[in-house]
């Protein structure tokens, strides 16, 4: 795959005053995943939107970003990492969009995973590693279960930023500003840590590719092949009841392509030797989102080059502002966050403003209720979207309606979790629609930040083990069990649809 960054034609040579910055000097960025002759026309974006520059979120209203003290350090950092190569491809994208299409009919099942902040103090080739073979393990499960391909989305490589419901914390009559993420401030509390860094902004770039650049190793590179799935079990999961349900699984599959090699079956197929894994993260803070968009040569279209897949958080979808003006113009597929919140009229607009065209991939709707509201508030906006004839993907996000405090610590229920995608899968299968994917916060490693599950931490375990800086993360032990329902949850529809057609 050859990579082109050229200058395109500059599109502006300034952008409103907006929030105080001065104008960036940048000109787009043109990325190609193949050659292609550099073109010097204004680019025609899609879905209507082609007068939509990069630019445009900053003649709306914007919430939940940073207060820079010195805006111009924010102009150079943007600068610089306008300056670097994208981290994603185009073409990966529309790959992705339409598996995530095969996911809203029910063909393929998508998993995003990953911390709730990546943080720059807990970065690591082996908590990367770690996370990415769960990952995997948990896919083996899901496929086993649905009999489908497993879209693997990592909240990683990019999944910096935080949204607050509160811009300062108090502590002990201290107020300071809040943690906004690592990309932004530090979680310490100190006013040094606390002060928004500009230059905080590379450093997040810096990691995110060398994430990358493992992660590509990892699916690329042989150590996601399907002849080694017996060997990605954790350590410390050797003698857990889900470790144990994992290597029947791994023997399964072992077996078959024992079998399948029998029958002639070539090992080196790429299917046998490689994985496709895309990363994804909030698209909260608009200068990066901003300075890493480019415009694929291939399609003249622009593209967010942070992630494959950027999803608008609960608190900045607003219709009029910010963030849905710059998620609307990208081409890459997206997703909103939807609370129990949210209007059934209000979610076909929203949806009718970032995929216009309807297509299929495009959007998922990432629904965060709780267990008692999903059942009670889903059903209307799954018949308001059927109604207007809106295609999306269904995700079930069980963590961030089931947050709580225990004993200071901000924890949730194992029970909670599960039984919030019970009420999803429920909610479906009553609706005769569809289950696309569920959206989990967890880590590779062995911590005590979630309640229950079979391991049964308890509230006094909380502080043996709590490392997160943000939200209580699925451990590994719950985050395979979690997989286990849901994969019994698809196997379940998989065997009534069979029952149906039969
Ligand atoms: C998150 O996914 O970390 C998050 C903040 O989600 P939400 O916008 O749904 O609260
Ligand atoms: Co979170």
Not at 182 to 211: H, K, M
Not at 296 to 317: I, P, V
Request: charge should be neutral; proline fraction near 5%.
């Amino acid at each position: 795959m050859k990579l082109q960054t050229s200058q395109g034609q500059a599109l502006r040579t300034s952008r409103p005053a907006v929030r105080g910055l001065p104008a960036l000097s940048r000109r787009p960025v043109r990325v190609s995943a193949i050659a292609a002759p550099e073109k010097q026309s204004t680019p025609a974006s899609l879905n209507g939107t082609s007068n939509w520059q990069p630019t445009s979120w900053r003649s709306k209203p914007v919430v939940q970003q940073p207060e820079y003290l010195d805006k111009q350090e924010v102009v150079k950092a943007c600068e610089e990492i306008a300056r670097m190569p994208p981290l994603i491809f185009a073409g990966e994208c529309r790959t992705l969009q339409s598996r995530l299409a095969k996911a809203s009919t029910g063909d393929a099942f998508v998993l995003f995973g990953g911390d709730c902040a990546e943080a720059f103090s807990q970065f690591s080739a082996n908590r990367i590693r770690d996370l990415y073979r769960l990952l995997l393990q948990m896919s083996i499960v899901l496929a086993f279960g649905g009999g489908v391909p497993i879209v693997k989305l990592g909240r990683i490589a990019g999944q910096f930023a935080k949204p607050r419901s509160a811009s300062t914390e108090t502590i002990g009559g201290v107020t300071l500003p809040a943690y906004r993420g690592d990309i932004i401030n530090g979680p310490e509390f100190t006013e040094e840590a606390r002060r928004c860094d500009p230059w905080r902004l590379v450093r997040a770039y810096n990691q995110s590719a060398a994430t990358l650049n493992l992660l590509r190793g990892f699916s690329y590179g042989g150590y996601a092949g399907l002849s080694r799935v017996s060997q990605w079990e954790l350590e410390f999961m050797k003698n857990t009841p889900e470790g144990h349900a994992y290597m029947d699984i791994a023997k399964r599959v072992d077996e078959a392509i024992q079998f399948m090699i029998a029958c002639g079956m070539d090992t080196n197929m790429p299917f046998m030797r490689e994985t496709e894994f895309y990363t994804c993260h909030e698209c909260l803070l608009l200068d990066y989102e901003e300075a890493l968009t480019r415009l694929d040569s291939t399609t003249d279209k622009w593209y967010g080059c942070s992630a494959h897949f950027l999803w608008c958080g609960e608190r900045t979808r607003q219709l009029d502002h910010a963030h849905v003006e710059f998620l609307r113009g990208v081409n890459n597929p997206i997703g909103v966050k939807v609370s129990d919140k949210m209007d059934p009229n209000d979610i076909v607009s929203l949806i009718a403003s970032v995929n216009p065209s309807n297509t299929p991939g495009r959007l998922s709707i990432i629904v965060r209720m709780g267990a008692k509201a999903l059942r009670a508030k889903l059903p209307a906006l799954i018949e308001a979207v059927q109604r207007s004839g809106q295609v999306v993907t269904w995700v079930c996000d069980p963590m961030h309606g089931n947050t709580e405090t225990v004993s200071g610590f901000k924890t949730r229920r194992y029970e909670n979790i599960r039984s919030e995608i019970e009420a999803f899968f429920d909610v479906h299968e009553k609706m005769g629609t569809v289950p696309g994917g569920v959206h989990l916060e967890m880590t590779g490693d062995n911590v005590t930040e979630c309640i229950g599950g079979g391991a049964s931490i308890s509230e006094d375990d909380l502080n043996s083990r709590y490392h997160t800086h943000c939200d209580p993360r699925l451990n590994a032990e719950q985050s395979l069990e979690i997989a286990f329902y849901v994969a019994q949850r698809l196997r379940q529809r998989r065997e009534n649809l069979a029952a149906k057609t039969a």
